[in-house]
């Protein structure tokens, strides 16, 4: 039976949010403070459960309690109520900076945050080294770390977090910060970790980590536990709700607008958008629904006065959750456009496209020389593809296995 390694019982947590815009109003209302204060529950009746070993994404959108939840573990915030249980050392890499004094050097603040994290100066000494060599700063190690940029800092952060041996490491969303190459030795160091059979939470917004990283997922909303499961259900769960919010959005979008549909305060405007070519193709709640390789024709109308000229078009595919999987301009084509005096109508070919399984949406854009937008409809259309199972991810494989 897998080992409770982080047990956390009915936890919430509150904050009281003040109503007076300044210290002076909070001394003159002092009497009447409860009538200029209110609370606010990030977290209500919180229970969970993380074994050993495990790697655990919690989701959800802005403001549903995930920091929250997360300091709370690693023990820099303490709940209102209930109570949480840990095994083993905790590492926690929760904010930019966190546990660094900026007028201390790199080297200084190393020591100071293994200490925080429970190293002795002999343990650190002998990981010094690697934690530099990790982090990559070598050449600023001795400077005050205030002068950091913020990639600097979440490099060292990280390092020292990595090499304190921790049973328990939580990272919040730091890693967006760094650059590529370093991310992808943050991601080698994490898969080590899960290797090694240590547990990590993460809070990420991106659904492709969690996806690939995690083999557990809890979405929180408003403070709520709402779904723990896979990561591919819980993501589900996420689009779904962030699918209601995007129709809430264009139709407040579409009554703003009324009838006429003007997006611009010129008359250059995109004014209709659709897919061509799939009136024999299944449809779901979402859209026409396609197979990799099937061709897609996006065909839209604009409207130009004065007359377009010296224009281009812009595309982008999208995942629910707004990563780009496909982008492509009439620049990157080597395409110059005809000048279009009133009306216009133009078709975008991506032939033998090859998606993975998902639900895409399709934003377009109409561009003046310098590649700025004239005018962007986002979300225009919407379309799903659905596979025979054999991969997964945004680009379609059809792969075989053989042993020699």
């Not at 209709?272 to 799939?278: F, H, N, Q, T």
Request: one cysteine or more; aromatic letters at 6%; hydrophobic letters at 40%.
């Amino acid at each position: 039976m897998p080992t409770t390694i982080v047990d956390i019982k009915d936890v919430s947590k509150r904050f009281v949010v003040h109503k007076d815009k300044s210290l002076k109003e909070r001394v003159v209302n002092a009497r009447a403070s409860r009538t200029y204060r209110e609370e606010f529950w990030a977290l209500k009746d919180v229970n969970l459960q993380i074994h050993s070993g495990e790697t655990i994404g919690l989701v959800g959108a802005n403001g549903s309690g995930k920091s929250t939840l997360l300091k709370i573990i690693g023990g820099i915030l303490s709940p209102n109520d209930g109570q949480v249980m840990l095994r083993g050392r905790v590492a926690a890499l929760l904010e930019l900076g966190a546990g660094f004094h900026p007028d201390l050097t790199g080297r200084e603040n190393v020591y100071l945050n293994a200490a925080i994290l429970g190293l002795s100066e002999d343990e650190t000494e002998r990981h010094f080294e690697e934690i530099v060599e990790f982090s990559g700063i070598g050449d600023f190690i001795d400077t005050q770390v205030k002068f950091y940029s913020s990639g600097m800092y979440v490099r060292l952060a990280f390092a020292v977090a990595v090499h304190v041996d921790p049973d328990i490491l939580l990272v919040d969303e730091v890693l967006a910060v760094g650059d590529e190459p370093f991310q992808h030795k943050c991601m080698e160091k994490i898969r080590e970790f899960q290797q090694e059979g240590r547990t990590i939470i993460l809070v990420s917004h991106s659904a492709g980590q969690v996806q690939e990283v995690c083999d557990r997922a809890v979405m929180l909303e408003h403070g709520h536990v709402v779904v723990d499961g896979n990561p591919q259900e819980v993501l589900g769960r996420l689009r779904h709700e962030y699918e209601i919010v995007m129709d809430e959005e264009s139709a407040a979008l579409a009554e703003r607008l009324g009838a006429t549909g003007d997006l611009s305060p010129a008359d250059q405007r995109i004014t209709s958008v659709e897919l061509a070519g799939l009136e024999g193709n299944p449809t779901s709640e979402f859209g026409p629904v396609l197979s990799p390789g099937d061709d897609l024709i996006v065909r839209g109308t604009v409207e130009a006065r004065p007359p377009l000229a010296g224009w281009g078009i812009g595309l982008t595919i999208s995942t629910l959750l707004g990563a780009v999987v496909l982008g492509t301009d009439t620049t990157m084509l080597g395409v110059q456009l005809p000048v279009v005096d009133g009306a216009g109508t133009f078709e975008i070919g991506l032939p033998r496209l090859e998606l993975g399984a998902g639900d895409y949406r399709v934003s377009v854009s109409i561009l003046d020389g310098n590649l700025q937008n004239i005018d962007l409809v986002r979300d225009a259309v919407r379309f799903s593809v659905r596979t025979d199972g054999h991969s997964v991810g945004s680009v379609y494989a059809n792969p075989t296995i053989t042993v020699i």
